[in-house]
């Protein structure tokens, strides 16, 4: 069964400080995975998609990694703000349907001053 | 910058009712679909549609489910003989093409209620 596996399921961290979520999945046929940013009551946000033959990507302070091998991925914040605070989603698109997205269950991020 | 709208923000409907969730996906924008999130737990696909039909659905979409596009710019999804257990946030999402990197773009989100 198509899965989505997320670490922590929540997070508090100061105001400047550094974190990394978690992500691994058994989805197959794999297309892509996505993280997501989603506030309280809206609707998920795309921060980056990344395919199998990418290892990294950044969007700002955002810095995804991927180890198709091994089926992980991971988002890392750098210098975080309180309008981090959000849940973050991992997202894997499954081959061959028309963007059937499977969703992790988000890690819940507080950032604090 | 074009974003997919969805109305009602939050329905409130009795058990048994039938209800409409609308969305206006973004105008050049070809694949449309729906998820929802029932609260606490994951987002989970529903359908997906394109060209005036269905091109997949979970198994969550069932005979009490449907969807439409009646004009050029509205998507609705109707939930037939509402249950409690359809308490949840719709969200409608489109995205231009259907295929690898394409971004999928989600509305705000229609929380419903059913008492």
């Known amino acids: ?113 | 910058e074009p974003e997919v709208t969805q109305t009602p923000s939050h329905q409130v409907t009795q058990m048994g009712q039938e209800v409409i969730l609308r969305c206006v996906p973004i105008s050049n924008h070809l694949y449309f679909y729906w998820y929802r999130q029932i609260l606490g737990q994951k987002v989970e696909f529903l359908v997906s549609f394109y060209n005036n039909e269905i091109s997949e659905k979970s198994e969550i979409f069932d005979d009490q489910f449907s969807v439409e596009r009646p004009d050029g710019s509205n998507f609705t999804l109707k939930i037939r003989s509402t249950k409690l257990e359809d308490s949840a946030m719709y969200f409608c999402a489109s995205s231009p093409t259907s295929t690898g990197n394409t971004e999928a773009f989600f509305g705000q989100g229609t929380r419903l209620t059913v008492v």
């Open chain 1, 1 to 113: 069964k198509n899965q989505v596996e997320q670490s922590p399921q929540s997070l508090i961290i100061l105001e400047g400080k550094n974190c990394t979520l978690q992500c691994n999945y058994t989805v197959s046929p794999f297309s892509n995975l996505r993280w997501y940013k989603q506030d309280t009551g809206r609707g998920p946000v795309s921060l980056t998609i990344m395919t199998f033959s990418e290892n990294t990507k950044s969007n700002g302070r955002y810095t995804a990694t991927l180890d198709a091998d091994t089926k992980q991925s991971s988002l890392h914040i750098t210098a975080s703000q309180l309008s981090d605070s959000a849940s973050y989603i991992c997202v894997v698109r499954a081959g061959g349907g028309y963007n059937k997205l499977i969703f992790g269950a988000g890690t819940r991020l507080a950032v604090h001053p």
